[in-house]
């Protein structure tokens, strides 16, 4: 089973869920986050990819944190695959990354600021590894399928793309959820990102802010409106993560959110079939 079909493999057509921390921190850690969700993702039956970039290369400050090395961080995702026994996804910044990173991850993840980049798509197409593209902040809906093109055009048809929210004046962001069933229209899986779509990046301080206490309300909406896959950047203690602590989901609340939206989920399949 590739990974693309094991994120489709539930029976009873629940979502799919990829979380975990913006960024590995440490080998604890990670298996700590991940050892946490992968039980309760087990029991509602919802496919579960880990979730952790190995180096965040986007922050607005040059004294941000951006990893505990690459290779390190890379091993820490490799070690958290096989004690979970769930598949896990990092980020690329570049072409040269993809291979790089391929050998320790089930998915390639391209950035919204990056997702226009023909080089980056291309070179994560020909690892084989399946590949999630990030929509622009910038970008239409609509103008995502050219990024799909890309890699498909590689010979890799394992793509998803993921709705992060649309830029909204400088310092916000907001999700337009007719552009779920766009995206969909295209035949690949869409995800809805429900952390950093409430994002406030561009602060004066130079540190993105977030609204955490919205990632419900976000997350049944794309529920609602069609989403094939959740992602939530989660920690046990978001006020000392190293990065994008502001709009990260604390990791107690997960599973009472993940059962809700189990819920709500049956109620649309209940729906879609009358």
Do not use: W
Request: charged content about 20%; glycine content about 8%.
């Amino acid at each position: 089973m590739n990974t693309l079909q094991y994120l489709q493999s539930s029976a009873s057509g629940n979502f799919f869920l990829l979380a975990g921390p913006c960024v590995i921190e440490g080998e604890k850690m990670a298996l700590d986050i991940a050892r946490e969700i992968a039980p309760v993702c087990a029991a509602l039956d919802i496919p579960y990819v880990f979730k952790g970039s190995y180096r965040k290369a986007n922050r607005s400050r040059r004294d941000s944190f951006q990893g505990i090395g690459d290779i390190q961080a890379l091993e820490i995702l490799a070690r958290v695959r096989e004690d979970a026994g769930v598949p896990v996804v990092t980020d690329i910044h570049s072409a040269a990354e993809a291979e790089m990173a391929a050998p320790y991850v089930d998915i390639l993840q391209i950035p919204a600021f990056l997702c226009r980049q023909t080089d980056l798509l291309e070179a994560a197409a020909a690892t084989g590894r399946m590949v999630n593209i990030k929509k622009g902040q910038f970008l239409a809906p609509e103008a995502m399928k050219f990024a799909v093109e890309k890699v498909q055009a590689c010979g890799n048809t394992q793509v998803a793309v993921t709705e992060r929210g649309t830029t909204f004046g400088y310092t916000d962001l907001v999700v337009d959820y007719r552009g779920i069933p766009v995206m969909k229209a295209g035949g690949v899986p869409v995800v809805l990102d429900c952390t950093h779509s409430l994002q406030q990046p561009n602060q004066a301080s130079g540190v993105t802010g977030g609204r955490p206490a919205l990632i419900e309300t976000v997350a049944r909406c794309g529920i609602a409106a069609g989403a094939d896959g959740i992602f939530i950047e989660t920690h046990p203690t978001p006020a000392t993560a190293l990065s994008d602590g502001a709009n990260m989901l604390t990791l107690d609340l997960l599973p009472g959110l993940l059962e809700r939206l189990t819920k709500l989920r049956k109620t649309i399949n209940s729906i879609n079939k009358e």
